[in-house]
């Protein structure tokens, strides 16, 4: 069937293009022998070669790597009825020759084709994968027909979009989305007006309920206040109440129409998210006065003092690691998803407003802050207000979706990255001046490395994490671009998949670098780990750095970096030479003190130092009583060595001079 | 002894990215504190360093610091962890280098900022609080001019605070980066435990802050009076 699909193609006048690896399979030379030159042949067809191939066999016959014979070896017979070529039509213009980049613009004029066995989720990149999303771009209408084949058991079998996982949800979604437009009516939408509704002043209610006092909902039910929970906040406090619900009882002056009008709207269209604790009774005190509102129960620890401040992870969730993090970050970007298809924006995103009991049991409290219609949200925290709104007042102005999907990029960073802000580095100061695209300090695949990263274990995070989840990244925090939600959920939904299948690291804190082979296959493990002499942490050196330290017959090193940095407080500059020394007491180097003495010879005074004298005591010498120079001249005189005809042009010259 | 301490120092920052908040306290340690004062102060600083160890964020956020000055200024706690710090104790004896210890506070806060810098964690800037029941016996006019270059640039906030009524206010005033140069007075040493609780909660919530806004801090209890 495969072959027949292929033969279409062929026929069809698919331009056929070959990568390394399909020619270096256990069967490669069967399938191209058999399968696909007798193919060929019939329509009087060429496979492509890029450059970039040959350039890698030859590579690879220099690295003389074990299968690379059998590439030899199809191409030198193929060649023979010029069956491939390098068709610079194809392939010049590309500077860098790669071939998603030929195939990123040649999918507009020809249907193409590959055949590569680059297709493993195990690989930091799969091309067969990068290659088919090549077809699902935006301006797909132009896009001619992309398939991938791989050689495999003597035949050669089309490359199925790895996505299909989420085709079929993505048709499912469709089928959904087409019964949904048709229930639009149930899935209820707020409006997005464009300009805010303006904060009236306080109705100051008389009675401001507290412990022990009842307050009566909008069904006329009671409810017994029966203690506060933490601190009272900026706007109120928060009670547990007798019916299990908790209130939130505002300060006498925060107290607004305002406020009732927008909990009153969230109430009446009953909004259902999982754990998200909307606002579900408005509150009265005895005289009937608008105090407050009732919602539902929220349990766990902020993601603030539970993820963020490592110690704390270790000691809530001793038990965690990498899968748990991408859990989590999925599950709040999906909440988020759902809120954004009422229209409801959230705003103030950030660590203290969401609780965790486990990596599948989240809640969202703090909602009646939630942006509805022109009801705007008054608070927020700088890392987690994109920079054109820096210097607003959160209540002056609209926020959309766009602000939401910022603030939980902002939040998945440092839910992978525990703690980390995205634009702490090496050199910065405060959060808001830190915040700017320039000072991203990780490594973005446009051709520039770590600029200023902060120190520690950052780095090596950041290299562990999936290539398609940092482009995220970088498109968001470092060429300041928008991405929408469906995207971060693609991306966290496939590192959980690689999470789990093993192929990436499940260390929350890895201790190296991300090892990767020629192949381009991630190497698991593949460090040395060694206790540091100095601060008696395990720090780790990639094998391949442990062997290269062997081959030049040096010792590993017995300190981490950061002690290897640290530059001992006892050291000093000399104020002499300006070299770095060790002492307590003095300014000069060994080098630059000692005792003076008057040269016997040309009566100047020079400085016998202190190495010197032990260099003498050591030797048992007796102290000079000539200056170098005088010493000097004196074994030149003496002696007609090699070694000084050489070195005393000087001497000679002025000799023939005269 | 000083490297290891240097390697622990910057091990606490890598490891742990929290936004922090630096703390000097620049205490007064001349001979009239001598008896009551000395040991009143002394349990003061050693329930404030055990409440911000209370608080689970203000412990992995705020660093604190102590300079005493008497004849001379002295770092008697460098910052760290708060979980590595013991307080040491407090002795009373000499004159009152006020400007010495103020300039060497400003000197230890400055060096952890660029450590802060360096390592690439975020911070909020710093806190001092100066206590004196005295008169300064040196030169204290680079301390001020310092102190009021970086109020002035919102990098510094001081809280001078005297201890009983025999303090130089007119001093103490022009060091206050407050509003209105608030001063704020402790009038017995056995109010130093209201006092401590008061700043170890101010701290807290500015530890929490939004680095850049001003935190609103809790109202001071009554027996700390407010100068203006």
């Known amino acids: 069937m495969n072959r027949n699909l292929f033969e279409t193609l062929v026929e069809k006048d698919y331009k056929i293009f070959v990568d390394t690896s399909s020619l270096m399979q256990e069967d490669s030379e069967t399938v191209f022998f058999q399968v696909i030159a007798p193919l060929l042949h019939k329509y009087k067809k060429q496979l492509i070669i890029p450059k970039s191939v040959l350039n890698e066999i030859s590579k690879h016959n220099y690295n003389k790597h074990k299968d690379i014979f059998k590439a030899n070896h199809i191409l030198d017979e193929l060649s023979k009825f010029q069956l491939w070529g390098t068709n610079s039509k194809f392939d010049e213009q590309f500077a860098d020759n790669a071939l998603t980049s030929q195939f990123h613009s040649l999918r507009l004029k020809y249907n193409l084709c590959l055949i590569t066995n680059d297709n493993s989720y195990k690989k930091d990149g799969n091309l067969s994968q990068d290659i088919l999303d090549l077809k699902k771009s935006r301006s797909s209408e132009y896009i001619k027909d992309i398939k991938v084949f791989f050689i495999k058991n003597k035949g050669i079998t089309e490359f199925k979009d790895k996505n299909t996982r989420n085709k079929t949800t993505k048709n499912k979604k469709n089928k959904e989305f087409k019964k949904s437009t048709h229930e639009t009516k149930s899935i209820f939408k707020f409006s997005l007006p464009k300009s805010p509704k303006e904060q009236d002043s306080p109705l100051n209610p008389n009675i401001i309920p507290e412990v022990g006092s009842f307050v009566i909902d909008n069904n006329s039910k009671r409810h017994k206040l029966l203690k506060q929970i933490g601190r009272t906040g900026g706007e109120g406090s928060v009670y547990l109440t007798d019916s299990n619900l908790i209130c939130k009882i505002y300060k006498k002056e925060k107290v607004t129409r305002f406020r009732e009008e927008k909990i009153k709207l969230l109430i009446q269209h009953t909004i259902k998210v999982q754990n998200v604790c909307l606002p579900k009774y408005i509150v009265y005190n005895n005289s009937k006065e608008f105090v407050g509102y009732l919602m539902p129960q929220a349990t766990g620890s902020e993601i603030k003092t539970s993820i963020f401040i490592p110690p704390l992870l270790k000691q809530k969730f001793p038990h965690w690691n990498r899968w748990h993090l991408a859990k989590i970050a999925l599950n709040i970007v999906q909440k988020i998803e759902k809120l954004h298809q009422h229209n409801i924006i959230l705003g103030d995103i950030n660590p203290n407003n969401i609780l965790i009991n486990n990596e599948n049991d989240i809640y969202f409290i703090d909602t009646d802050s939630f942006q509805i219609e022109d009801y705007p949200c008054s608070v927020g925290m700088v890392p987690y207000t994109r920079k054109i709104h820096h210097g607003k007042r959160y209540e002056n102005y609209l926020r959309t979706k766009d602000d939401d999907i910022y603030a939980v990029a902002t939040l998945v960073f440092q839910i992978m990255l525990p703690g980390k802000l995205p634009y702490s580095f090496s050199g910065g100061g405060s959060e808001k001046e830190n915040m700017k695209p320039e000072n991203f300090p990780y490594k973005c695949y446009d051709g520039t490395g770590y600029n200023n990263a902060p120190d520690g274990q950052w780095v090596y995070i950041w290299s562990h994490l999936p290539k398609k989840l940092k482009l995220i990244f970088c498109k968001v925090f470092k060429k300041n671009e928008k991405i929408k939600l469906y995207e971060l959920i693609k991306e966290i939904k496939d590192y959980i998949y690689q999470l789990e299948k093993d192929y990436q690291t499940k260390e929350i804190f890895p201790l190296a670098h991300k090892q990767i082979d020629a192949d381009g296959n991630i190497l698991k493990d593949n460090f040395k780990k060694i206790i540091c002499k100095t601060c008696k942490r395990e720090f780790a050196i990639p094998n391949k750095q442990v062997q290269d330290f062997k081959a030049k017959g040096w010792s590993l090193p017995t300190k981490c970096k950061l002690c290897k940095n640290i530059k001992d407080p006892d050291l000093k500059t000399c104020s002499g030479c300006g070299k770095t020394f060790k002492d307590k007491y003095n300014n000069l180097c060994k080098n630059c003190r000692g005792t003076n003495i008057t040269c016997n010879s040309c009566y100047t005074t020079f400085l016998f130092s202190e190495s010197e004298q032990s260099f003498y005591d050591k030797k048992g010498l007796s102290y000079p009583k000539k200056c170098k120079n005088c010493r000097g001249n004196k074994s030149n005189n003496n002696s007609s060595s090699k070694k000084n005809s050489n070195s005393s042009g000087g001497f000679f010259s002025s000799l023939f001079g005269w | ?228």
């Open chain 2, 1 to 228: 002894m000083a490297q290891d301490l240097m390697v622990l120092r910057q091990q606490d920052l890598v490891s742990n990215p929290t936004t922090r908040l630096p703390v000097c306290l620049c205490l007064d340690v001349s001979y009239s504190m001598s008896g009551n004062p000395i040991r009143e102060l002394q349990k003061g600083v050693e329930y404030f360093f055990e409440a911000i160890k209370s608080d689970e964020i203000a412990r992995y956020s705020v660093e604190l610091s102590i300079v005493v000055f008497q004849s001379d200024a002295t770092t008697i706690l460098d910052f760290a962890n708060i979980d590595r710090q013991r307080v040491p104790s407090l002795t009373a004896n000499g004159s009152t280098s006020m400007g010495e210890g103020v300039n060497l506070a400003l000197d230890i806060l400055e060096q952890r900022k660029k450590e802060y810098s360096n390592k690439g964690v975020d911070y909020y800037q710093p806190w001092m609080v100066l206590m004196t029941d005295g008169y300064p016996t040196d030169d204290t006019s680079s301390a001020i001019n310092r102190v009021n270059q970086l109020g002035s640039n919102k990098k510094l906030t001081l809280f001078p605070v005297s201890i009983g009524h025999d303090a130089d206010m007119g001093i103490l005033k022009q060091f206050s980066t407050m509003k209105n140069d608030m001063v704020l007075k402790v009038t017995s040493a056995e109010y130093f435990k209201e006092f401590f609780e008061w700043l170890s909660q101010s701290v807290t919530v500015a530890s929490q802050s939004i680095p850049g806004d001003k935190p609103t801090l809790p109202t001071p209890p009554p027996v700390i009076e407010i100068e203006l």
